[in-house]
């Protein structure tokens, strides 16, 4: 190499041009005039950082981590990462009680499964969450995701035979919100794969992938579930299978913030890892094909998560579902829903989440659409619950339009 | 996936680029890498002369709301400047002595916008001038922030409150033929200068504060949703790395989040811009075009980039990739036949196509005009 | 006496200046500084911020080793919020000679300097920027000092003893009687303003300029000047001073400083002419990055954010007049018993690192003159701001929980970040985004350490030193100052020569980043703002 022929950076802070861009992009911002700001939190704060941990500034919890400031830096400044990061580095004070309960999501769902239906009745109890606002700060005006009495993985557990038989396999990285909370959506996209011929395998075993012990800081923990992960996904690809996966957030963790944050690497399978929106809507451009129910029609609205547009992926999803004959198409404008996984559910930031989520909700009210298609299961909870609007993986949609 | 046309720049070149040929019936994509130069946008076309009747359209079906007339503005450090078309937030006037008697108004804590800078400059024109700070209720929690009371925190309020700013400068204005006040007006809502300039009883002149500038926002957003409307693909925040280049013909071309998924077209236009939005890159020996690996024109000796008085035009920003006569781009001497390049990418290399907005607007629609009559 | 009268006159305001100022004061003295541009724009503002151990001299000149280390804990003591304890790094390369070490470590002992071999490992664990393919490494009480903050500091306390100050205003000529100075006739360069001033002594510390200012009192002074370029890289890669073991050469010294980190120097003679305007040429551009990056190598892809060169004031010995034999120490010159001019003394030589001593030497020197037995207290009282000795103390008694401002204000500041106003909301926004400076510590800048332009402001709380190399805070700032010049014509003038002066030390590394960021700040100037 040639001197200063290239420069680099941690996360590339060193390119911030501080033209402010980002400032107008974040949705923290508009509603929360405590927090910094990403140019502040991020590349600004990152020069003085260096000097003397110091300066590291605890409103950066604030931070949803949308990464939002990250998709508008015309800079390729990874802000967000920025900002993790030095929470991860800097943040000496030990998650709340509170937030170590919501960062838990597999272990809170192992517990939870097996007494669904008490658990479900009791979240959902006024007093329930009233108690829960008043010791736990978790906001009681939340809704509580449902637990599924059983889980994905026993459900394909006792299809492994039949999967097994289709030509190609697939893994699946259902990631918490399919096993627990909500199998029909695991359910559907094996409908969907089958129709293609692909068979699905469930990995050897998954763990969370860590997001929301990222932000609760719990990295430590997050690293371990990162490493484990990583392993077993490496086994699944070593077998010549792809992994896919049906959650921008989780996949965006997979897929970024194990190397960038956790520093836990993952060049091994990082090709092989996808949505399956865009396994699928590869699949269909290659010459494979799938029959839609002729009768289908539907008005749907489609919101890209902000961990899917920092994938830069959402193109699939829209694409797929424009293929979808008698599907009604509109794109919904870039904006954040406000929940960013748990942050919406303290009561410190529910005020904050709402008032960010206010201009999509409008929108959604406005297009009034019979299903509101979008590929995060946080957004699910936060659009549905603002707006009564039903919201669906763009796979639901998919697996519904299929003729049988 | 396949386009008609790709298009690398989400700018102002590459979303005129996308939604002519759009309307013309193409199916098109825009790699975006990150917001671009009209966050900073002055509101001024530069060297544009009157619109054609296709760009006019263009804009109003966008929402874009412009005016021509050749004459001069107020720029926000009390200066004056030669303008014709812009946007309607900028006023145009024939000379520099506009009014007599000036009110001019800003926000108590908002340090972005130069009062005393415009007062100096509007008394140097003979017009006298009253400043007053602006004490609201409704930016007070802003100011909690001690960076954030910028041009666009402030617009996202007076999109909701801009009938409070009417109300007080009506009380405040005595016998002032003219109020000028910053321009945080309008990002979602278009009609909102349109509204202060009608609730006020007197000559309304907005002047530009520190970027971001929130009419250059209005119009990026403006411009991609109706993109977008169109049909166009917009890869917000996805960057070109590589394309595939056969004989002289470029054939797909890769981005950083589709990795292994290529995108495909007859066409591409290359609309990158210039050394700030990394469409030009340089090192200490040479200056690059990063996703072709383009010829660039350039001095070779690395101190004839510089010109030493920081206000004197510097020969850097005159460099910029090699194209033929119609605009495609030169790789080690020979023309791409499927890749145009438009916009700040030219740099100074088309003098004939002008500066700034107006190259990117005239680049992108010569571009667009081959395409068409092509395909 | 009159208002015009005074016991001592200086003549510049670097920091030999402004440590004599403050010496006499204390002593009682009524003093004048009187400086032609603004406070540490020569050689004080232009050189690493190196605190010396003395370990650099240690073999070579070992009475200079002694003076630094002396210096070096008296700085840590009087001048706490000027000086970061970083210690320090000599490392040896595997094209070095490791028995360097040896020579260099007993060297350092003699001096009195604690020199500790440590072990290569060790080295990159306490230091990971180094050169991994170290092969040994000695570790020194080095440290880095802000040439800004000292310079200011002793400037104000020289005016909380009484005295006073003359910035931006040349020495027009001498008011001599017979063979004797009485006075200096001044010029203000801004208002254009002529003053005459009165005292029986006089001080020539300025810097290489000492030269044509002794020539004007009539008196020569054999100077050389000698030229260093260094280069800012835009953050701190290291948190030691890293130096090369082995004989002091080129680009072998790199020292955090604040938010960022330089290396350098180069030497090169200069003609005199060339003193006003020196510039980086890109040989030595690439000379700094070559010899750097061997000592850090992140440094061959770091990005740089200016590069600035200063000039050495050597002195040759009065008894050889070739001039070959310069010395870098204390010169201190009695122009009455040397060359029969009474009234005038020339102090020059020595360092950053030595300005106290050499304030304690002139002051002698002018106390003896004035017959007056005053001793020299300022190797124990501290500098205004170093009453207390970390900043995180000093932020939580002013502010209890300070704001990120705050805290960089009591990083800059000390314990004079007491004098910020803190009372609106107004006082806490931000100018200077980059660096973290308030309006209310720019006010008070203006207001207590005597800033009238946007240079000024600039050494005393680092707007435009950041990133943006003043992209955003300079109009801001601007707007400030013109609110407490009333002179806006005179604030736009202002913003133009800032911004020319930012981009001088810009161009000589416009490439990559630095280059964006100027195509930015150049358009948001020209075609944005209309500037």
Not at chain 3, 226 to 235: E, Q, R
Request: hydrophobic fraction near 40%; aromatic fraction near 8%.
């Amino acid at each position: 190499m040639k001197l200063q022929e290239y420069t680099e950076s941690r996360h590339n802070f060193e390119e911030c041009m501080k033209c402010t861009v980002c400032t107008a992009y974040c949705p923290v911002l508009q509603v929360n005039p405590r927090y910094p700001g990403p140019k502040q939190a991020g590349p600004d704060g990152e020069r003085l950082r260096l000097k003397d941990p110091y300066f590291f500034n605890y409103a950066l919890k604030y931070c949803l981590n949308c990464k939002r400031c990250e998709v508008a830096c015309p800079s390729d400044v990874k802000v967000a990462d920025l900002i993790q990061s030095a929470r991860i580095r800097y943040d000496k004070s030990k998650p709340k009680l509170r937030d170590r309960i919501l960062a838990s999501t597999d272990f809170m769902g192992s517990l939870a499964r097996p007494f669904a239906p008490i658990v479900n009745g009791v979240t959902g109890l006024g007093i329930t969450k009233n108690v829960l606002d008043a010791t736990l700060k978790i906001d009681h005006q939340r809704t509580f995701p449902k637990y599924s009495g059983r889980s994905f993985e026993a459900w394909l557990r006792r299809r492994e035979k039949e999967q097994a038989a289709f030509p190609e396999q697939v893994s699946y990285f259902h990631g918490c919100y399919v096993n627990y909370n909500y199998p029909q959506l695991g359910k559907d996209l094996v409908k969907v794969l089958n129709a293609l011929g692909v068979g699905v395998r469930l990995l050897e075993k998954e763990k969370c992938c860590g997001i929301a012990m990222i932000t609760n800081g719990m990295s430590e923990q997050a690293t371990r579930h990162a490493t484990h992960n990583v392993a077993a996904i490496e086994a699944a690809v070593h077998e010549g299978r792809k992994v896919l996966t049906t959650s921008s957030s989780c996949t965006l963790t997979l897929r970024e913030e194990y190397p960038n944050l956790l520093g836990v690497d993952n060049t091994a399978i990082r090709d092989s890892l996808l949505m399956a929106t865009r396994f699928i809507y590869e699949k269909l451009e290659r010459g494979a094909s799938l029959r839609f129910r002729p009768d289908f029609h539907k008005k749907v609205a489609y919101h890209v998560p902000c961990h899917m547009e920092r994938l830069g992926w959402g193109v699939f999803s829209e694409k797929l579902l424009r293929l979808i004959p008698g599907v009604e198409f509109t794109l919904l404008d870039s904006a954040c829903c406000g929940i960013a996984g748990t942050y919406g559910f303290k009561k410190e930031n529910y005020a904050a989440s709402q008032a960010i989520g206010a201009p999509l909700f409008e929108q959604i009210r406005a297009v009034d659409p019979e299903v509101v298609a979008c590929d995060c299961e946080t957004c699910k909870w936060q659009i549905e619950m603002s707006t009564g609007y039903t919201v669906a993986n763009p796979i639901s949609i998919l697996a519904e339009a299929l003729a049988d | 996936m396949k386009f008609n046309t790709v298009i690398i720049g989400g700018g102002l070149a590459g979303l005129v680029a996308g939604i002519s040929l759009q309307k013309a019936g193409q199916n098109t994509a825009i790699i975006s890498s990150g917001q671009n130069a009209l966050h900073f946008f002055s509101g001024t076309f530069e060297s544009m002369e009157e619109p054609s009747q296709q760009l006019a359209e263009l804009f109003s079906e966008a929402g874009i709301r412009t005016h021509y007339q050749a004459g001069v503005r107020l720029m926000p450090l009390g200066t004056f400047r030669p303008a014709a078309l812009s946007l309607e937030d900028i006023s145009l006037f024939p000379t520099s002595h506009f009014g007599k008697k000036v009110l001019i108004v800003n926000f108590l804590g908002y340090h972005d916008f130069f009062s005393s800078f415009l007062a100096e400059g509007l008394e140097k024109q003979g017009m006298s001038c009253r400043i007053h700070q602006l004490k609201l209720a409704q930016l007070e929690w802003l100011e909690q922030s001690p960076s954030e009371m910028r041009s666009v925190q402030i617009a996202r309020i007076m999109d909701r409150i801009w009938d409070v700013v009417v109300q007080e400068v009506r009380v405040l204005l005595k016998d002032e033929d003219t109020v000028v006040l910053p321009q945080v007006f309008g990002l979602q809502d278009i009609s909102v200068p349109g509204r202060i300039r009608q609730g006020i009883p007197a000559q309304v002149v907005f002047a530009g504060t520190l970027p971001p500038s929130v009419p250059g926002i209005r119009t990026q957003m403006l411009l991609k949703r109706r993109y977008e409307l169109l049909g166009g693909t917009y890869l917000a925040g996805d960057e070109a790395t590589g394309a595939h280049v056969h004989e002289g013909v470029v054939h797909s071309i890769v981005t950083k989040n589709l990795d292994s998924h290529f995108l495909e077209a007859g066409h591409f236009i290359l609309a990158s811009g210039g050394f700030f939005s990394k469409g030009l890159r340089s090192n200490p020996f040479q200056i690059q075009e990063p996703v072709f690996g383009l010829d660039v024109v350039q001095a070779a000796d690395r101190s004839d980039w510089y010109q030493p008085d920081f206000m004197q035009e510097q020969p850097y920003m005159s460099f910029g990739v090699q194209t033929d006569a119609q605009l495609h781009a030169v790789r080690d001497g020979q023309a791409l036949k499927n890749l145009f390049a438009v916009g700040s990418i030219l740099g100074g290399t088309r003098p004939e196509m002008g500066t700034a907005a107006g190259l990117a607007i005239r680049s992108a629609l010569a571009a667009v005009d081959q395409i068409l009559r092509r395909s | 006496m009159n208002s015009n009268e005074f016991d001592v006159i200086i003549i510049g305001g670097g920091i030999t200046g402004a440590g004599t100022q403050r010496d006499c004061a204390m002593r009682g003295l009524k003093t004048l500084l009187i400086e032609r541009s603004d406070i540490a724009t020569g050689a004080t503002g232009r050189n690493h911020g190196l605190l010396h151990s003395g370990a650099r001299y240690a073999v070579n000149d070992p009475e200079s080793a002694e003076e630094c280390i002396k210096e070096n804990q008296i700085l840590r003591r009087i001048a706490s919020h000027c000086v970061e304890e970083t210690d320090g790094l000599f490392i040896t390369l595997p094209e070095d000679d490791l028995g360097y070490q040896q020579t260099f470590v007993e060297a350092c002992r003699k001096a009195g300097i604690r020199a500790d071999i440590i072990d290569p490992d060790l080295a990159r664990r306490l230091e990971p920027s180094v050169n991994p393919d170290l092969i040994g490494a000695v570790r020194v009480p080095d440290g880095s000092v802000d040439p800004f903050r000292l310079c200011a500091a002793n400037m104000l306390d020289a005016k909380l003893h009484g005295g006073q100050v003359r910035l931006h205003t040349e020495v027009t000529g001498f008011i001599r009687e017979g063979n004797t100075i009485r006075g200096v006739h001044t010029r203000h360069l801004v208002s254009g303003e002529e003053a005459d001033y009165y005292a029986p002594v006089t001080v020539n510390a300025c810097g290489i300029w000492g030269h044509a200012i002794a020539q004007m009192a009539g008196v020569n002074v054999g100077m050389y000047p000698a030229k260093g370029a260094l280069l800012v890289f835009a953050h701190r890669v290291n948190n030691m001073v890293v130096n090369r073991c082995r004989k002091p050469s080129n680009a072998d010294i790199l020292v955090p400083g604040d938010t960022v980190c330089i290396i350098g120097t180069t030497s090169t003679r200069i003609p005199f002419e060339e003193c006003d305007h020196v510039a980086v040429t890109p040989d030595e551009v690439t000379l700094l990055i070559t010899e750097g990056a061997k000592m850090a190598p992140a440094l061959s892809s770091t990005r740089i954010l200016r590069a600035y060169a200063g000039v050495r004031p050597l002195v040759s010995a009065d008894d050889d007049p070739t001039g070959r034999n310069i010395s870098r120490g204390i010169v201190c010159l009695d122009h009455e018993t040397r060359d029969g001019l009474a009234g005038f003394i020339t102090i020059t030589g020595g360092k950053l690192m030595t300005y106290r001593l050499m304030a304690e030497i002139a002051s002698d020197a002018v106390c003896r003159k004035l017959h007056i037995d005053k001793s020299c207290e300022t190797a124990s009282i501290p500098l205004p701001g170093s009453e207390e000795h970390s900043y995180e103390a000093v932020a939580q008694k002013i502010w209890e929980t300070p704001s990120m401002a705050q805290k960089a204000a009591a990083a800059r500041l000390g314990t004079s970040a007491s004098h910020i106003q803190t009372s609106s909301r107004t006082d806490e926004s931000l100018v200077c985004e980059c660096e973290e400076v308030s309006v209310g510590e720019v006010n008070a800048a203006i207001e207590r350490l005597d800033a009238s332009t946007l240079t000024d402001l600039r050494r005393r709380t680092r707007i435009g030193m950041g990133t943006c190399q003043g992209g955003f805070c300079a109009c801001r700032a601007a707007g400030l100052l013109a609110k407490a010049s009333g002179c806006i014509e005179k604030e736009r003038e202002g913003l133009v020569h800032f911004m020319q002066e930012r981009w001088k030390g810009n161009f000589p590394i416009g490439w990559g980043d630095t280059l964006r960021e100027a195509e930015y700040t150049q358009w948001v100037y020209k075609h944005v703002l209309g500037l």
